[in-house]
């Protein structure tokens, strides 16, 4: 397989056990189905090392708006899709083998997006008053970009009544 960036052979690695090929000349990583659940808690060592180990190869993408092939189907163009409902981390997706490429860097936005399985929890029932709210009292009561002393989590929070808010 090659790095969809710069055709260089990707290299398999074994990180905990869990094969993923790394692009040594990019940065960038691919997994294959579902492998990726495995690196996206940063709490994980597993995650920890892959990202650790990414990240001296980080080098700058020419175009990171060109979609990319998938590395295991040379054929197929990869779907960039946000990867969680926060619409927070885009990934590229491939439709025919459920692959998944991350570009230098990526790794790292997954984690520091992370929530916990008590946070996922918190912002369920949250997204689930907002979304009441949204039907009775629709003004938005706050802006993205407002400065404030906001929690990582509420932030979170805002991201997500945004995301309701689309529909
Ligand atoms: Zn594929």
Request: with cysteine.
């Given at each position: 397989m090659q790095c969809p960036r710069t055709s260089y052979p990707?290299?398999?690695a074994k990180?905990?056990?869990?094969?993923?090929?790394?692009?040594e000349r990019s940065g960038?990583?691919?997994?294959?189905?579902?492998?990726?659940?495995?690196?996206t808690n940063?709490?994980?060592v597993r995650a920890e090392v892959l990202a650790k180990h990414l990240r001296q190869f980080s080098a700058p993408l020419g175009d990171e708006n060109a979609r990319v092939n998938c590395p295991k189907c040379p054929q197929i163009v990869m779907m960039r899709r946000y990867f969680s409902p926060l619409r927070v981390v885009?990934?590229?997706?491939?439709?025919?083998?459920?692959?998944?490429?991350?570009d230098t860097g990526e790794l790292d936005k997954l984690h520091e997006n992370h929530l916990s399985a008590k946070e996922r929890e918190l912002l369920r029932i949250k997204m689930l008053e907002e979304h009441q709210v949204f039907h009775i009292d629709s003004p938005r009561h706050y802006k993205l970009s407002q400065p404030?002393?906001?929690?990582?989590?509420?932030?979170?929070?805002?991201i997500a009544a945004d995301v309701l808010s689309d529909d």
């Amino acid at each position: 397989m090659q790095c969809p960036r710069t055709s260089y052979p990707l290299k398999p690695a074994k990180v905990g056990g869990i094969v993923v090929y790394i692009s040594e000349r990019s940065g960038g990583v691919f997994f294959d189905n579902l492998v990726l659940s495995n690196f996206t808690n940063p709490a994980d060592v597993r995650a920890e090392v892959l990202a650790k180990h990414l990240r001296q190869f980080s080098a700058p993408l020419g175009d990171e708006n060109a979609r990319v092939n998938c590395p295991k189907c040379p054929q197929i163009v990869m779907m960039r899709r946000y990867f969680s409902p926060l619409r927070v981390v885009e990934i590229d997706e491939c439709p025919g083998c459920g692959g998944i490429w991350l570009d230098t860097g990526e790794l790292d936005k997954l984690h520091e997006n992370h929530l916990s399985a008590k946070e996922r929890e918190l912002l369920r029932i949250k997204m689930l008053e907002e979304h009441q709210v949204f039907h009775i009292d629709s003004p938005r009561h706050y802006k993205l970009s407002q400065p404030g002393e906001r929690s990582n989590l509420e932030k979170v929070f805002a991201i997500a009544a945004d995301v309701l808010s689309d529909d």
